[in-house]
């Protein structure tokens, strides 16, 4: 309501006091700040979205950072924008990675460079999530809980059908000295659980 409220009045009167708490030591007041600029949407704002919200620690944060920079970025500025979005592909969670995926889509094809080499990468949950959003913006229909399975699958048939995180820790357990027939059974068990890990 209160942002509702502040997109009513004169953009003289508002827009200074927002930049303002942009820098407030509140984090609810710096994230309203960012919610109001994104219904506003005067580009002129742009310049006040720094790199450090963006990447902000606190995920609720950065996802209101990131709405709101994908509302206020000029057009000539969206590729550059783009890559620093995709730097943080296969961060947190679920829902975090749907707000990032939702920010780089609205974007456009000027996101498609920055996620071509994302999906290349050595990270497999950055190259997952790089190769599930890719899908969507080209095909939202599936939804992200599919393309991100489908992203993991092709990744872990890609590394011999084993997701690449667990691969060290398998070869690692294949190569410990197996005295007991205790110590094998107890390899196994873990061979086992890493490959059920690559279906997650």
């Not at 997952?128 to 599936?142: C, G, I, N």
């Not at 197996?178 to 107890?186: F, I, K, P, R, V």
């Amino acid at each position: 309501m209160l942002s509702w409220a502040l997109t009513r009045l004169p953009l003289e009167a508002v827009l200074p006091r927002l930049r303002r708490e942009l820098g407030s030591q509140c984090r609810q007041a710096r994230s309203q700040a960012l919610h109001t600029l994104s219904k506003i949407g005067d580009k002129s704002a742009w310049g006040w979205i720094t790199r450090d919200m963006l990447r902000d620690s606190d995920d609720e944060l950065a996802r209101t950072a990131w709405r709101c920079a994908v509302a206020l970025v000029p057009e000539s500025e969206k590729k550059t924008f783009g890559g620093e979005l995709a730097g943080q592909l296969g961060r947190g969670d679920r829902d975090v990675q749907l707000s990032l995926s939702r920010a780089l889509i609205g974007l456009g094809d000027a996101v498609e460079p920055a996620l071509g080499k994302a999906a290349e990468s050595s990270n497999p949950a950055k190259a997952a999530h790089a190769r599930a959003t890719e899908s969507l913006r080209l095909d939202p229909e599936p939804g992200f809980d599919a393309a991100i399975e489908e992203a993991k699958r092709a990744i872990a048939l890609d590394a011999g059908g084993v997701w690449p995180d667990a691969a060290p820790a398998a070869e690692a357990e294949a190569k410990r000295p197996q005295g007991t027939a205790e110590n094998a059974e107890g390899a196994a068990a873990e061979a086992r659980r890493l490959q059920e890990g690559a279906d997650c």
